[in-house]
């Protein structure tokens, strides 16, 4: 977790399911599932994390797949930087986000329905999700912004 008041920079990567997506109609987002007790609402987000002082957005992106999934990413595409002010956990946050686009090397992950896996102490899942609940506002993405990418 980052210092209250600072600004933190993330490296998130948005991977789409577009195979399942000329068949069934639909296009499922790979996402981490959270959850803020405060608000007792839980929220999605693409996956990635913190960038480290010295290295590359790039660098963090794909470093953070291997270190929670063990996944070697492909096709990496630069999207844009966002920047996301929001309330979690009753705490202010600030973060500016380099938004990258990508597959899985391994087809292993467009099978799975779901993913737990640790970061850090926490337990997490990840999971794919078609990106129309999120649209439809059935399901909460973070930041909304996200959306302005399909």
């Not at 993330?10 to 399911?17: F, K, N, P, V």
């Not at 990413?73 to 686009?101: A, D, K, M, P, V």
């Not at 467009?110 to 649209?135: C, H, I, M, P």
């Amino acid at each position: 977790m980052h210092k209250p008041g600072e600004i933190r920079v993330l490296a998130l990567g948005l991977i789409r399911d577009g195979k399942y997506a000329k068949r069934t109609l639909r296009e499922r987002i790979f996402v981490s599932q959270g959850y803020d007790p405060v608000k007792q609402q839980t929220f999605y987000r693409a996956m990635g994390g913190g960038v480290d002082f010295g290295e590359t957005s790039l660098e963090a992106l794909k470093r953070e797949f291997q270190e929670e999934i063990q996944a070697d990413l492909t096709n990496i595409r630069y999207l844009g930087c966002l920047e996301n002010i929001f309330t979690f956990n009753g705490q202010s946050g600030h973060e500016i986000i380099q938004l990258f686009e990508s597959d899985f090397v391994d087809p292993k992950f467009y099978q799975l329905d779901k993913l737990d896996f640790s970061e850090g102490e926490r337990q997490k899942t990840a999971l794919w999700v078609d990106v129309n609940r999120f649209k439809s506002g059935e399901l909460r993405l973070v930041p909304e912004q996200f959306l302005d990418y399909w």
